[in-house]
T-cell receptor, first 109, second 115 residues
Framework: EDKVVQSPLSLVVHEGDTVTLNCSYE??????LLWYKQEKKAPTFLFML????IEKKSGRLSSILDKKELFSILNITATQTGDSAVYLC?????????FGKGTRLSVIA | NAGVTQTPKFQVLKTGQSMTLQCAQD?????MYWYRQDPGMGLRLIYY???????DKGEVPNGYNVSRLNKREFSLRLESAAPSQTSVYFC??????????????FGPGTRLTVL
């Protein structure tokens, strides 16, 4: 059975801190891993990773994939209150996306 | 270009009532999906349509039916609503690439309560 596990489930940090969110997976025939940010409504796409060791970066957010150890991390530097959200990791095996349960990040001023 | 739209935004049903959730996309995507999201459960796939004319069950299909009306529209029907179907429902679409590197774009969601 395909499985995606995210940790921690929730996290509270202060503005300016750096956070690392984890996503590990066990799927047959891995194709890609995606990160989404979900605030109050629909998830919005952040990154798609298909190759090991290549960092994707967008502003203060970055992500990297390790296909040997079957995990990905999402880093957020200099966190802001606007980063407060649920961060979802999803993996594309043979069937449509399999989602993890998400990490709820709360950034306090 | 509205992306993925869903109607209604909110709905309250009584047990046993039926309703259809509507979803449309204007991105010329081939694939469309219906998910439900419950607290602590993440997003779970109900049904998907890889291309116009095809539909397949996802992880939690029981109690639901779908129709891919055309390339743009994918509806989700609850024939006899149950309290366990209280959830937030998201529709999504993607280009539908055969290689599997496929980003999904989500609609704003429908919050459904079944009493």
């Amino acid at each position: 059975e395909d499985k995606v596990v995210q940790s921690p489930l929730s996290l509270v940090v202060h503005e300016g801190d750096t956070v690392t969110l984890n996503c590990s997976y066990e799927v047959t025939n891995f194709r890609s891993l995606l990160w989404y940010k979900q605030e109050k409504k629909a998830p919005t796409f952040l990154f798609m990773l298909t190759s090991s060791g290549i960092e994707k970066k967008s502003g203060r957010l970055s992500s990297i994939l390790d296909k040997k150890e079957l995990f990905s991390i999402l880093n957020i530097t200099a966190t802001q209150t606007g980063d407060s959200a649920v961060y979802l990791c999803a993996v594309f095996p043979n069937t449509p996306l399999v989602f993890g349960k998400g990490t709820r990040l709360s950034v306090i001023a | 270009n509205a992306g993925v739209t869903q109607t209604p935004k909110f709905q309250v049903l009584k047990t046993g009532q039926s309703m259809t959730l509507q979803c449309a996309q204007d991105m010329n995507h081939n694939s469309m999906y219906w998910y439900r999201q419950d607290p602590g459960m993440g997003l779970r796939l109900i049904y998907y349509s890889a291309s116009e004319g095809t539909t397949d069950k996802g992880e939690v299909p029981n109690g639901y039916n779908v129709s891919r009306l055309n390339k743009r529209e994918f509806s989700l029907r609850l024939e006899s609503a149950a309290p366990s179907q209280t959830s937030v429902y998201f529709c999504a679409s993607s280009i539908g690439l055969a290689g599997g590197t496929d980003t999904q774009y989500f609609g704003p969601g429908t919050r459904l309560t079944v009493l």
